[in-house]
T-cell receptor, first 115, second 113 residues
Framework: AQSVTQLDSQVPVFEEAPVELRCNYSSSVSVYLFWYVQYPNQGLQLLLKYLSGSTLVKGINGFEAEFNKSQTSFHLRKPSVHISDTAEYFCAVSLIGTGGFKTIFGAGTRLFVKA | KAGVTQTPRYLIKTRGQQVTLSCSPISGHRSVSWYQQTPGQGLQFLFEYFSETQRNKGNFPGRFSGRQFSNSRSEMNVSTLELGDSALYLC????????????FGEGSRLTVL
């Protein structure tokens, strides 16, 4: 069965410090990988995605993620965070099934940026 | 292009009542998925509709149902509401160029008293 594990439920970090949010997945088939961000009282919006090609993908707001197939990981990074990055971040995998795409989300990581 | 629109944004119901939530996907998107988000359980998949047919279903009781219309708009219904149904219900549409990419609405926050 497919699953997504976000290893940290909360990550506090000081402004302008680097951050890494970890995501591991398990799947016996090829998957597409995504990171979404959710600000308070809003829906989720796409940060970045890995479909194929270069394993380092860049997204919006200065975030990037690296796909590591051997470690089945897709960690999200930002070299210098801002207060406005405070939000919840979700890692997700999509795979093709008999009934179209199925998307599985991790439990989320709450990033809290302190001044 | 307009985004995914969910109505109503907030609603309060009492136990035993029923509720209907609406979702209008991005124009041209034929797939609509629904998720329940709670602090304890995170994002849980309810069901997905494609061209008016339910294509995937999560592990929710039969009190949760949905449908999709010919214009791809979707509704979900929860009957006999329970306190535990209090949650943010998110709708997402897909059909863009990237396979599996979801476009979310802002959600409908349901409070059951």
């Amino acid at each position: 069965a497919q699953s997504v594990t976000q290893l940290d439920s909360q990550v506090p970090v000081f402004e302008e410090a680097p951050v890494e949010l970890r995501c591991n997945y398990s799947s016996s088939v090829s998957v597409y990988l995504f990171w979404y961000v959710q600000y308070p009282n809003q829906g989720l919006q796409l940060l970045l995605k890995y479909l194929s090609g270069s394993t380092l993908v860049k997204g919006i707001n200065g975030f990037e993620a690296e796909f590591n197939k051997s470690q089945t990981s897709f960690h999200l990074r930002k070299p210098s965070v801002h207060i406005s990055d405070t939000a919840e971040y979700f890692c997700a995998v999509s795979l093709i099934g008999t009934g179209g795409f199925k998307t599985i989300f991790g439990a989320g990581t709450r990033l809290f940026v302190k001044a | 292009k307009a985004g995914v629109t969910q109505t109503p944004r907030y609603l309060i119901k009492t136990r035993g009542q029923q509720v209907t939530l609406s979702c209008s996907p991005i124009s041209g998107h034929r797939s609509v998925s629904w998720y329940q988000q709670t602090p304890g359980q995170g994002l849980q998949f309810l069901f997905e509709y494609f061209s008016e047919t339910q294509r995937n279903k999560g592990n929710f009781p039969g009190r949760f149902s949905g449908r999709q219309f010919s214009n791809s708009r979707s509704e979900m219904n929860v009957s006999t509401l329970e306190l535990g149904d209090s949650a943010l219900y998110l709708c997402a549409s897909s059909g863009g160029l990237a396979p599996g990419e979801l476009f979310f609405g802002e959600g409908s926050r349901l409070t059951v008293l």
